[in-house]
């Protein structure tokens, strides 16, 4: 058997689902041009939302609006990775096209970054560490995503894999595709998020408060799913201090 024939096979199926993936992208962007002032609708709900929450009078910090936003942002940022580096929107269409995409980004980024308001640090420790394991587990559904993706066109789309991916993998990198380096910053940009809150999380449990035979070295939470099984025993510390405490 050659095995380098066999390697080659899930190659090509990468680049069949990277050109997919970057042609619906750029349909995408080329249907926000056609509603006219319509287009401009989206933008402006987001920049309302974005005025009412920093000013207070709503709050985006719940965990429903923080999973839409961990999942929307590889999406976004490979949006924004075709503006900033491909020219095939025309410039008449651009300025709406432009605040369609980054003010979806900035509401994302506000939504993702900014922290519950907790007075005892124990309780926003214990927040920090599960919306640090919610971005953990968007992340290992986005990269589920793509591994799945290559799965399916190795197997069922094996034909058009060996006749399209073949071809177009002589010519093309898996980067040189639009979108895909926004994807993969965008799955980053969540990992270290979660790495971020883990630490943060981290730090504030360990108080004299807490006892510090079960602290956990901060650089174990930067390594995956090591990290996340530690941020999981520091969440039932703390939940079971709460129960000692009661009784």
């Known amino acids: 058997m050659n095995w380098g024939n066999l390697f080659w096979i899930p190659y090509a199926a990468a680049h069949t689902v990277a050109a997919i993936f ?55 940022c490979s949006r924004g990775e075709l503006l ?5 929107i025309s410039d008449r269409a651009a300025p709406v ?52 993706a290559v799965l399916f066109m190795s197997t069922a789309g094996l034909l058009l894999s060996l006749i399209v991916g073949g071809l177009i993998s002589t010519r093309n990198g898996l980067l040189d595709y639009g979108g895909v380096k926004g994807l993969l910053l965008g799955i980053g940009m969540l990992y270290l998020l979660q790495c971020l809150w883990y630490c943060r999380g981290a730090r504030l449990s360990q108080t004299d408060e807490l006892e510090q035979d079960g602290s956990v ?28 405490d009661y009784y």
């Open 217 to 244: 070295p901060l650089l174990s939470l930067f390594v995956p799913f090591w990290n996340r099984v530690q941020a999981r025993k520091l969440t039932r510390r703390l939940q079971m201090r709460g129960v000692k």
């Open 97 to 148: 096209v432009w605040v369609w995409v980054f003010s979806q980004l900035l509401l994302a980024g506000d939504v993702l970054l900014r922290e519950e308001k907790l007075d005892a640090p124990l309780d926003k420790a214990e927040a920090l560490l599960e919306h640090g394991s919610t971005l953990g587990v968007i992340t290992a559904v986005w990269l589920a995503l793509m591994a799945g």
């Open 22 to 76: 970057s042609t619906f992208l750029e349909i995408d962007l080329n249907k926000i041009q056609r509603p006219g002032l319509w287009a401009w609708a989206v933008p402006g709900v987001c920049l309302i939302l974005l005025a009412l929450d920093l000013t207070g009078r709503i709050s985006l910090r719940g965990s429903g609006a923080r999973l839409l936003a961990a999942l929307m942002l590889p999406l976004l």
């Open 84 to 88: 900033l580096w491909d020219n095939y």
